[in-house]
């Protein structure tokens, strides 16, 4: 299945229920793995805003607004939200891993030559 976004991914919300409005523009951190939602019907992800400012979240049919962690789990759906970057912690893991991996694959062909 190919989504929008990534875990670990910055996202930018484009698109709300009509009642969480607010929350359109607001950066978001994602954390997955990515599940499906029954109610909005639509993959989501966890997430969690960059600034430390209430939210809205429809809880059971009514908004509430709080300051959300991951913890609370709190999902969006991958197509209302747009992938601005990667998360820095993430990112630098991946490039640690790189360099192992392009060591591996030289001292593979250098023992082909030989």
């Given at each position: 299945m190919k989504t929008r976004c990534k875990d670990g991914d910055i996202a930018l919300v484009v698109h709300d229920i009509p009642e969480?409005?607010?929350?359109?523009?607001?950066?978001?951190?994602?954390?997955?793995?990515?599940?499906?939602?029954?109610?909005?019907?639509?993959?989501?992800?966890?997430?969690?805003?960059?600034?430390?400012?209430?939210?809205a979240v429809d809880y059971k049919g009514e908004v509430r607004r709080f300051v959300v962690l991951f913890r609370h789990l709190v999902e969006h759906p991958d197509d209302w939200m747009i992938p601005v970057g990667r998360h820095p912690e993430r990112a630098d893991q991946s490039r640690r891993r790189a360099p192992r991996r392009r060591d591996r694959k030289v001292a593979v062909s250098s023992e082909v030559e030989a």
């Open positions: 969480c409005a607010q929350n359109i523009g607001r950066l978001v951190r994602l954390s997955g793995p990515l599940c499906f939602n029954r109610e909005y019907r639509k993959h989501c992800w966890l997430v969690q805003p960059l600034a430390p400012t209430p939210y």
